[in-house]
């Protein structure tokens, strides 16, 4: 081999070196400044992110079908066919020879790619988790709360839930249904509350339902924010009383608002003040669903099935199916993803985890305190 022939593999190998340090640099540099600045993180999330949703987040809004989901299963067949491919190479000389070459390349071109996609999470997501509260945009400030205020917000969340379940659509069996797709009352529920608190204006794209929902309820998972598409995926498989408060949680991450709990909450208040009366309902019903989550730890039990026993029938009917459903799905699949959730969060700044999900009865107990 020539000294011609021998060079271009050492200089694309130290490119690589030099491209990957300098990517992996910067996302540290960035991530490490945002969280010891909450002041270049809340900056970030209001003049630089928001190129990513109106890009991005515009161009794949125009398909109707998840990109994430369907990069997910080109990258899983081109996988596959790579090492039938490699395998069949295997028994001719020539091949041998250019299949060594390639393996040499390879981890090369594969860190590259791995860097990339640090760095793009990086500036699509992770700075963001280190952002100023939905809090301080919509004037209240959470703090711990008493017994007595959590029975009260309960009583407040079932009177909203009384005064919608009439308007609501319902199916053959009796339970809530969906009377039309939640496309574009998600958009129109965010863009409202956007004009409200102006920290939530901005673009919003169109959620989209993943076509391999099933395996999404293996993995008891709702709906996915993709940092690398811009997308709102929701779990088109699950009970319909969670699907207008899911596709607005996932939007909520689309205005970088990363924490769990403040995407809850932004879920929350963007049913609420929507239009449809199946949007106000399933944001009554999972904020109730949360409030009865922490009765449960401080309540009595005979005061807490009162409670529940409060509820109207059409929610405890919608309960029980939720219930039902997701006990289908329960096995070392949903525990598995539950452990990765809690681990991704809490690298994220999330010490609580998955735990993370319930602290908006946190922001909800501080919203309705001078009601």
Same mark, same amino acid.
């Given at each position: ?12 190998i ?10 992996l ?14 002041v ?5 999330a ?15 809004s ?22 039938l491919?490699?395998?069949t ?32 999470f ?39 839930m ?81 699907i ?28 609420? /003040? ?66 990765v ?6 690298? /994220? ?6 735990a ?10 501080a ?5």
């Open positions: 081999m020539t000294k011609n022939e021998q060079t271009p593999p050492r200089k694309r130290r490119c690589s070196a030099i491209y990957c340090s300098a990517t640099f910067l996302a540290a540099l960035l991530l490490v400044t945002a969280r010891a600045d909450g270049f993180a809340e900056w970030y209001l003049h630089i992110f928001p190129v990513f949703p109106h890009t991005l987040g515009r161009l794949f125009l398909l109707p079908f998840s990109v994430l989901e369907l990069l997910l299963l080109t990258l899983i067949l081109g996988l596959i066919l790579a090492l491919y490699c395998l190479m295997i028994f001719s000389r020539r091949a041998r020879a250019w299949l060594r070459r390639w393996l040499h390349m390879a981890p090369a071109v594969l860190f590259c790619a791995l860097c990339s996609i640090v760095l793009l990086t500036l699509s997501c992770g700075i963001n988790y280190s952002r100023a509260s939905i809090a301080a945009y919509v004037g209240i400030e959470a703090g711990h709360y008493s017994v007595d205020e959590l029975y009260r917000l309960f009583q407040i969340l079932n009177a909203q009384a005064e919608v379940v009439t308007k609501i659509g319902t199916d053959s069996s009796g339970h809530f249904m969906l009377r039309e797709p939640p496309r574009q009352p998600a958009r129109a529920a965010m863009q409202e509350l956007g004009r409200r608190y102006g920290g939530l204006a901005g673009y919003y794209p169109n959620p989209k339902p993943v076509f391999f929902s099933q395996a999404m309820s293996w993995l008891h998972i709702t709906g996915i924010y993709s940092p690398f598409t811009m997308e709102a995926n929701y779990n088109r498989d699950t009970p319909h009383s969670g207008p408060f899911t596709t607005c949680h996932e939007l909520a991450h689309l205005n970088g608002f990363m924490r769990e709990d403040e995407a809850n909450f932004i879920g929350y208040l963007a049913c609420l /003040n929507s239009d449809s009366a199946d949007f106000r309902y399933s944001g009554a019903f999972l904020a109730t669903i949360y409030v009865l989550n922490a009765l449960h730890d401080v309540a009595p039990r005979q005061e807490y099935l009162e409670l529940y026993g409060a509820l109207p029938e059409q929610t405890r009917r919608d309960m029980q199916q939720n219930a039902a459903y997701w006990q289908r799905f329960a096995g070392p699949a949903a525990q598995l993803s539950q452990d959730n809690d681990a991704y969060l809490k690298m /994220n700044d999330q010490p609580e985890g998955v993370s999900y319930g602290r908006m009865v946190d922001l909800l107990l919203y309705y305190s001078d009601f």
